[in-house]
């Protein structure tokens, strides 16, 4: 056998891969304990090629193997869990290799692909199938794009992200459910791939592998796996909610159900946790999406473009040798004395979506807009922060009234849970108390829905009681002046959104 002795029954290791970095996380589960340790952290880069930009997806898998390492030399795991963010792909060969690095989704070789897949399926019946947000770059619209093309004509797989790197370490091929429903050809009511889609855009079936729910098991480590890393070749890997946002929501600390979440990143994932999707035509005219959570759940939510906006500014000002104002704490300080609503920007403008000089374009766009631009790094902070609080509202207002529900708090975990004047901005917008925290969310879920595999933890309100109980949350009770709350209607009036259903 190879490796070490097999590993604590309540340690898990969390492969949890960002859109700007990769890391694996030891997470330790019993009664009343919930223990989160970083075992390994390694960036994702991307890579431009002639041919478009690519994810480096090898040196993301070596990254996954050092960390693997790392928790071996720890002292070894009960089981292995990959989340990751959604719609991007690798193609597999008939003999199981890997035809190119997969696409980054902010490549724009998608661009106009919508329309083709439209012409065949109509906007209106395909979002009653696939209950999915319009993104340029979801799934089904790569696919478009890439029809005709060698790869795709040589591929006999296609694998999500998380399930390329389940598929590298245990040989075994399946999509996990909460990721397959990020990418257009899958059925929100019957939780199933839809047949009628994938027949009608001319999509091989055979492709796309069987489904895994979170909890299932998707194989032990590969004895070469076992052997470079020294764990256990017995190692199971365990499917766990592999859409990262599935899994922090997972991890949301709600003790009630009248919540809406706010998994802020790189996204601002907002939304609500339903029974049943939302398959309305105000819902699609709304551009809100119906992915798949744990225990047949249903994530009713829209994407934000989020704190992206705030790291490029923080990237570009890096690269103008401008370092002391990069820093985050500075520049919240900044944000925090600069003039409230000065200048107020759409997050989701399309103007944003790929990497560049980010201040720039925020000025460019307030200047296109009629309003005065925000020179100095603390006003553009200001006008990023406060334009996403009022995504937030816009967002989540909507949400409730689509769905028919009441919302009495919100969650706001992951990164965004560290930015201060982020949460305090989005209390005094929504007018509803904000919970931050917590921050690792995306890596305790991965962890929870593995313990919870191994018979450790039991449904999901007892595993966010769990989280509620064991991880720091702060409180932000939106201020109540009447002034304040028309400072805040004011501004949100002053903001037109971008067309999301083209």
């Known amino acids: 056998m190879n ?31 919930l223990d989160l340790t970083e075992a390994h952290r390694f960036p994702n880069t991307p890579v431009r090629l002639p041919d478009g930009l690519r994810w480096d ?32 792909y690798g193609l597999l060969d008939a003999d199981g290799a890997l035809l190119g690095a997969p696409f980054h989704y902010r490549d724009p070789r998608t661009d106009g692909a919508a329309e083709a897949v439209w012409a065949r399926v109509g906007r209106a019946e395909m979002y009653r199938v696939t209950g999915l947000q319009y993104l340029p770059f979801n799934t089904v619209f790569q696919l478009a794009a890439a029809a005709g093309s060698a790869q795709l004509e040589a591929a006999r797989t296609l694998l999500l992200m998380p399930d390329l790197m389940v598929h590298w370490l ?8 909460t990721n397959a429903s990020t990418t257009g050809l899958f059925d929100a ?53 592999s859409h990262d946002t599935a899994s922090a929501v997972v991890a949301v600390p709600a003790t009630a159900q009248d919540f809406a979440y706010l998994s802020c990143g790189t996204w601002s994932l907002a939304g609500l946790e339903l029974d049943a999707p939302v398959l309305t035509e105000a819902s699609r005219a709304a551009d809100f999406t119906n992915e798949r959570g744990v225990d047949g759940t249903i994530r ?20 103008q040798g401008r370092g002391p ?81 009441d919302i009495t708090r919100i969650h706001l975990v992951g ?44 449904d999901l309100p007892s595993t966010r009681r769990l989280v509620s109980a064991t991880q720091p949350l702060r409180h932000y009770v939106p201020r109540k002046d009447p002034a304040g709350r028309a400072a805040w209607d004011a501004a949100a009036a002053r903001i037109e959104p971008s067309p999301r259903n083209p």
Request: charged letters at 20%.
């Open 3 to 33: 490796g070490s002795a097999k590993g604590p029954r309540d340690v898990f290791a969390a492969v949890d891969l960002g859109a700007t970095s990769g890391r694996v996380m030891l997470g330790r589960v019993g009664p009343g304990i």
């Open 189 to 241: 009511r019957a939780g199933s791939w839809s047949k009628d889609v994938l027949d009608r855009l001319g999509v091989d079936p055979g492709l796309l592998p069987p489904l895994r729910a979170p909890g299932d098991p998707a194989g032990e480590l590969l004895p070469h796996v076992a052997e470079f890393t020294g764990l256990d070749a017995r190692t199971p890997v365990t499917t766990v909610a």
């Open 300 to 319: 009713f939510l829209r994407n934000i473009m989020g704190l992206w906006l705030l790291e490029e500014c923080r990237r570009s000002w890096a690269a």
């Open 415 to 458: 990164g965004g849970a560290r930015n201060e004047l982020l949460c305090r901005l989005t209390a005094d917008a929504t007018g509803l108390p904000v919970v931050a925290g917590p921050v690792e969310a995306t890596a305790l879920g991965n962890v929870l829905v593995q313990a919870r595999a191994a018979g450790l933890v039991g």
């Open 170 to 177: 245990t040989g075994t091929v399946g999509a996990e459910e």
């Open 57 to 88: 997806v090898l040196g993301l898998y070596r990254g996954v193997l050092d960390g693997l390492r790392a928790a071996a030399r720890a002292g070894g795991v009960a089981s292995v869990g990959v989340d990751t963010w959604g719609v991007d």
């Open 325 to 405: 104002v990069a820093d985050l704490p500075e520049l919240l300080s900044l944000a925090a004395r600069a003039e409230p609503f000065a200048a107020l920007v759409d997050p989701d403008a399309p103007e944003f979506l790929a990497p560049g000089d980010m201040p720039a374009r925020i000025r460019a766009h307030c200047r296109g807009t009629g309003q005065r631009a925000p020179e100095t790094p603390g006003a553009v902070v200001r006008c990023v922060l406060e334009s996403l609080a009022l995504a937030h509202r816009r967002t989540l207002r909507q949400a409730a009234e689509l769905a028919g529900r």
